[in-house]
């Protein structure tokens, strides 16, 4: 009987068929989320109308979605493309290139897979962005070098930080100059993606520490992380820390001084020190004096990017 119509090949190749189906029925779902949530049509002002319908910006948006494996649909009524560029992004696993692409109302990036094709679509709107010239916390990092290995001696101050509500992180550009453009063209579509929001504080996430930068707990200090003791991330402070440390859950909004709508909440992972702080929670002292479990308190705090800032030591 040939190989190929075994009973242990068959079962194998079914099992990885099956695996395939749910893997890309998982992707259409989730790409059909992040669609809902983008704009169907971006508002711009009369002046810029001749700008959006021009044939280059049609052309140009047509062909950055067709770079795209995959992806939500770029081209929308009113969007303008601004510019293009690769950028040095630190991910949790450490920095690598990726391709990113501003518009008029948001921010597009992915992954590099030969020139001029990229996969792994994110897109981020520019009405709950803000950024920053200096980064919350900086660790020792990493750049590329001309044959495309990593080094250690990228300077920090071609670094910057972008605070997104779905997810923040710190970036490099190739030089001082770079990054001084990359700054002013955000901050100027951010204010008009937002206006009159100027003192308004955004609910932003917190920027992720590299794995690969700490080997214990950042909070105990004791546990040391090995491949049973696996590394988590607070979602409010971005920390490294052990399952011990952080097995509290709570909703963000929280931390902002916010409350979530009914039925939309969604606790997270947070680290003990920060549900320590958790506005309206009583300390466990005082809540086996009074005998009460919670106290609302509507006084919101300070964000997670306003926060001290993380040691590395």
Known sequence: EPLFRSRGVCTLHRTLV??????????KRKLTKKQEKLPTEVRISKEEIPLAQSDFNLSKVTEIQGRFQGGCTLLVPGRIFIREGTLLKVCRRGPKPRHFFLFNDVLVYGTILSKGHYAQQHVLTLDQMSVSAECHFMPQVYSVDDDGQIDEHLDVDNAF????????????????????????????????????????????????????KVTECMVCRKSKFSTFNRKHHCRNCGKVVCAACSSHRVDLLVFQGKSPKAGEEKPERVCNECFATTPGRVPREAASATKSITVLDSKPTASPSSSSKVSWA
């Open 18 to 27: 099956e695996n395939s189906r749910k893997r890309m029925s998982m992707f």
């Open 161 to 212: 930080q972008i605070n997104h509500f779905d997810k923040s992180f710190h970036v490099f550009a190739p030089n001082l100059s770079d990054k001084s453009n990359w700054l002013a063209n955000l901050k100027k579509f951010i204010a008009k993606a937002q206006p009159g929001q100027e003192n308004t504080q955004l609910v932003t996430r917190a920027v992720w520490v590299p794995d690969g």
